[in-house]
């Protein structure tokens, strides 16, 4: 930073910035580059619930494990093995929310190559980690709660009915 050639070349390219490149050409290719940098978020979002949803629903402790569903039905071997793939999908979400979106992003790249195709498959691996785990987690706080208290007209049922309904954290 101190080197005289450095200070000159950090000069010449604030000076570069300097009137902005507004020509048509460079403009269209700014909205390509914008175009294609908006698909790759949209299809690694759309790609990561399809990671998420089924991983964050097997993962809930809630319902596969322990909790008002699963404490009044006798243990059998069906349960255990949806109780142990339960701690299984925990921990691969708990594993891709643990790896840097950069860090999947090489590894991909290494692996699929240069292109839109590994940004897309390191935002559906990280981010599916991170939907997966706030989708389960919403049943981690279920209770229950009268059928009319989550319904803002009356309940038309005699009676009150009782219903599973997560509650909000304060």
Known sequence: LLDPDARDMV?????????????????????????????????????????????????????????PLVD???????????????GAARAVLGGLRAVPDLVWAMVFVVGVGLGPVPGVLALAVSYGGVLGRVSGSGALELRDVPAAARHPAPAREPGPRRDRWPRARH
Not at 26 to 49: D, K, M
Request: charged share 10%; no cysteine.
């Open 72 to 86: 009044s039905e006798p243990r059998t071997p069906a349960g255990l093995v949806l109780a142990w793939l339960s």
């Open 11 to 67: 000069a010449g390219f604030a000076r570069g910035l300097f009137p902005a490149d507004l020509s048509p050409g460079f403009l269209r290719v700014v909205a390509l580059a914008a175009v294609r940098t908006v698909a790759i978020a949209i299809a690694g979002t759309a790609l990561s619930l399809v990671v998420a949803i089924p991983l964050g629903i097997l993962g809930t402790r809630t319902l596969f494990r322990a909790g």
